[in-house]
């Protein structure tokens, strides 16, 4: 009873937040409540036994992404852009769309059969300790993937220094 | 658990490619003259093409796979590399983004290609995805100074973003279901326990359909592509209407013949539309369109729902002829663009319809390719484009679909209209602007490749045709 109660508490407020985030007027609010959401959602890695994920969403998102996005947005200094008509006339659009969305996948998701689980059930994985089977994981079944993570990262890093390139002198 | 080797054989075209990309980016610091970049670059392209003969089998637990399927697919991938690449060299300069990574960046976004073509794994397929698509949104702004450049890659952006997050909710609700991520194993597991009515794996498919929808520009996911390819470098805009759409049709083959063979009818159902929608919004609009970029965004859209008619007729035949499409859509559209290409000269943009009027009286050369890109891409014998959409209609008619092809022939003969008002223009009106072309060696030998390749490919089809039969029989 009581997993449910924390698990439906955190449901319930990441939902809040998420609407939050998206609606409010000032950039830097929006922000601010993101960062609440993610504490939130590393709360919910906390119940799955995620340690080192919990850890890797309070200190890699909260911590380092939402500073850059508070950069960001108060170098944009955004004040006048936030009331453009453009931006948002189409809300309830939208809200059309993403409630017709909602309900598709409300029905369609009471039809779920639960797959088979894997060999990583959370006696195991208490076991062994959870960093220790992410890193075993990561680079034998996953390596593949991992090294293609690496050039996108590379990827990413290059555009970023593209895009801040000096003009070329004709 | 120990680290046992992975095999590497089936792999080594694309560890080649990455290695050369990052030694090429790492060239770029000494070497002064980027055309040696460019033509390092080919030089480079063309070794990864040598490794790929030979490189059949499965690896790292089945989510690597080189098949017939996937080395066809890296064949046009590197096609649309090289030719890219030569029509860029002159472009860029005009431009003024002579810059290096450039080159690294269309070659990285090739390597993304070639992962998906191989994805034997959800993972991996998304991870290629990214990889291709994060290189093409900053080559897509890579005229820093140019407003629409930038337009072009911020509504690329925030519409390839929108499209995953489609595509990763797809994944995480089939993953859900059926506990794995491997293509092939999701597929068995859906027919062992008689999960193919199920609704969850029915919205599923749907997702994976709206974000590879969004990948190959297909009516209603196409909004971002007129803009995109009107603000991005026209260069650019030539790679992105082949490669990516290339590599959304073999991902989109590859996932539904695969993982949702069991509910190809359904799939079938979610893609007629599409298909449909696609070839009439894409030549009906076009003909409105009075920047030639625009045009051929709306024409490359058209053609993403004739080779949508492959996929539809759900067996191998109907692979095979889409992935003939393909490849003869990467000659005939890169060939296209390259023309547009010779007409932009420092102070001269030649973007609009209206600067083709009389070219044939100025240029005849070049107006006499452009005529046979634009008879090819209207599909008149006896070009390449006329054996892609025969081969196309054949299966699609093969399948039962002889309603769907009435239709896409109707759509075809409204497309002669634009394309081949350009004709007219080139070789009925009198030169009202004055037009130096910009031209290269580089170019040229671009053209002289596309232009052959359109008629050997229209004249004797049956070499490409057995190509693609054989590769797909090893599917």
């Not at chain 1, 039809?111 to 890193?135: E, F, M, N, Q, R």
């Not at chain 2, 026209?234 to 790679?239: E, G, K, L, P, S």
């Not at chain 2, 009198?430 to 004249?459: H, N, R």
């Amino acid at each position: 009873m009581l997993p449910k109660l924390f698990f439906g508490y955190f449901a319930a407020a990441i939902v809040l937040l998420s609407i939050l985030v998206i609606t409010r007027r000032n950039a830097v609010h929006s922000v601010l409540w993101m960062l609440l959401l993610f504490f939130h959602i590393a709360a919910l890695y906390l119940f799955l036994n995620a340690e080192f994920l919990t850890a890797v969403q309070l200190i890699i998102y909260a911590g380092a992404m939402l500073v850059l996005y508070l950069f960001v947005v108060m170098l944009l200094n955004l004040k006048k852009e936030e009331g453009v008509s453009r931006f948002v006339d189409f809300w309830p659009n939208a809200l059309v769309i993403a409630l017709a969305l909602l309900f598709a996948i409300g029905i369609s998701v009471r039809a779920i059969v639960i797959g088979p689980t894997g060999g990583y059930s959370v006696d195991v994985v208490k076991k062994a300790g959870h960093t220790d089977i992410l890193g075993r994981v990561l680079y034998t079944e996953y390596l593949f993937p991992f090294e293609v993570v690496s050039v996108v990262l590379l990827v990413a890093i290059i555009g970023a220094i593209v895009l801040a390139k000096k003009k070329l002198k004709t | 658990m120990q680290l046992v080797m992975p095999d590497l054989n089936p792999v080594i075209p694309e560890i080649l490619l990455t290695v050369l990309a990052l030694i090429l980016l790492m060239a770029d610091l000494v070497i002064k003259r980027k055309e040696t970049i460019a033509f390092l670059s080919i030089v480079s392209v063309a070794g990864v093409a040598y490794t790929l003969i030979g490189s059949a089998g499965t690896t790292f637990g089945g989510m690597f796979v080189s098949d017939g399927y996937s080395t066809f697919f890296k064949l046009i991938f590197l096609v649309n590399v090289i030719l890219t690449i030569l029509i860029s060299v002159r472009y860029i300069v005009v431009e003024n983004i002579n810059f290096g990574e450039y080159y690294g960046l269309i070659l990285f976004s090739t390597l993304g290609m070639m992962i998906m073509a191989s994805a034997g794994d959800l993972i991996v397929l998304y991870l290629g995805l990214e990889l291709m698509a994060l290189s093409t949104y900053v080559l897509a702004g890579f005229i820093r100074h140019n407003v629409k450049s930038n337009e072009a890659a911020l509504k690329y952006f925030l519409l390839g973003a929108f499209s995953s997050a489609f595509l990763l909710y797809g994944m995480s609700m089939i993953y859900g279901l059926t506990g794995t991520t491997d293509l092939k194993a999701i597929a068995t597991y859906i027919s062992k326990n008689g999960l193919e009515g199920n609704k969850t794996l029915l919205l599923s498919m749907i997702l994976f359909a709206v974000a590879f929808g969004f990948k190959i520009a297909a009516v209603p996911f196409h909004m971002w592509a007129p803009d995109a390819y009107e603000g991005a470098p026209t260069t650019i805009t030539a790679f992105m209407s082949v490669g990516p759409k290339a590599a959304g049709f073999a991902v989109l083959g590859r996932v539904f013949m695969t993982a949702f063979g069991a509910i190809h009818v359904e799939w079938s159902v979610v893609l007629i539309p599409l298909a449909i929608l696609s070839m009439c919004i894409g030549n009906v609009v076009a003909i409105a369109q009075t920047n030639i970029k625009r045009m051929l965004a709306y024409s490359s859209i058209a053609h993403a729902g004739y080779a949508l008619l492959g996929v539809i007729a759900a067996n191998n035949e109907g692979l095979a002829s889409m992935m003939n499409y393909m490849l003869i859509y990467a000659f005939m559209n890169i060939g296209a663009f390259g023309i547009v290409i010779l007409l932009r000269s420092e102070g001269f943009k030649g973007e609009d319809i209206t600067d083709y009027e009389g070219l044939a009286k100025t240029h005849p050369l070049s107006a006499a390719l452009m005529l046979i890109f634009m008879f090819s891409l209207t599909g008149i014998p006896p070009t390449a484009g006329f054996i892609g959409k025969l081969y196309v209609f054949m299966s699609a008619i093969n399948a039962g679909y002889t309603w769907l092809v009435v239709i896409a022939v109707i759509f075809s003969v409204i497309s002669a209209y634009f394309y081949l008002r350009i004709v007219m223009y080139m070789y009925m009106r009198e030169p009202k602007v004055e037009v130096s072309l910009s031209t290269s060696p580089a170019i040229g030998l671009a053209l002289t490749v596309t232009v052959v390749a359109t008629l050997v490919i229209g004249v004797f089809p049956s070499v490409l045709v057995e190509l693609a039969r054989a590769a797909i029989s090893r599917f």
